[in-house]
């Protein structure tokens, strides 16, 4: 059975730090790409990040760089999201997904996004809620 289980979510003040865990289990983890992607209320769902646990290629899009950082630890088939400096616009449930493409995270740094609608997602986790308060 497929699982992927985000945590860490929660209320925290503008300017602090969370850091967000994916357990993945039920598939070949060093076969895929994990992206965290976040859907803020009345929004449509956006990718934030991407890291592909083969090489440790990365992605990240534009209002999150220099504040957040995915990492992989693949002994434990883990994904972490270190978020930095947060904004009340980070405020959104925040999910991890798998994606059987492991050039995704290159694929989404020249297209310039990490689209959830654009490319096929094989397994989303349930999300966890950050707030951020200003």
């Known amino acids: 059975e497929v699982q992927l289980q985000a945590s860490g979510g929660g209320l925290v003040q503008a300017g602090g730090s969370l850091r967000l865990s994916c357990a993945a289990s039920g598939f070949p983890f060093d076969d895929y790409a994990i992206g965290w992607f976040r859907q803020a209320p009345g929004k449509e769902r956006e990718g934030v990040s991407c890291i592909s646990t083969s090489d440790a290629t990365t992605y990240y899009t534009d209002s999150v760089k220099g504040r957040f950082a995915i990492s992989s630890d693949n002994a434990k088939n883990m994904v972490y999201l270190q978020m930095n400096s947060l904004k009340s616009e980070d405020t959104a449930v925040y999910y991890c997904?798998?994606?059987?493409?492991?050039?995704?995270?290159?694929?989404?740094?020249?297209?310039?996004?990490?689209?959830?609608?654009?490319?096929?997602?094989?397994?989303w986790g349930k999300g966890t809620l950050v707030t951020v308060s200003s």
């Open positions: 997904a798998a994606v059987d493409f492991p050039v995704l995270c290159t694929i989404a740094t020249q297209r310039g996004a990490l689209d959830p609608y654009y490319y096929k997602i094989d397994y």
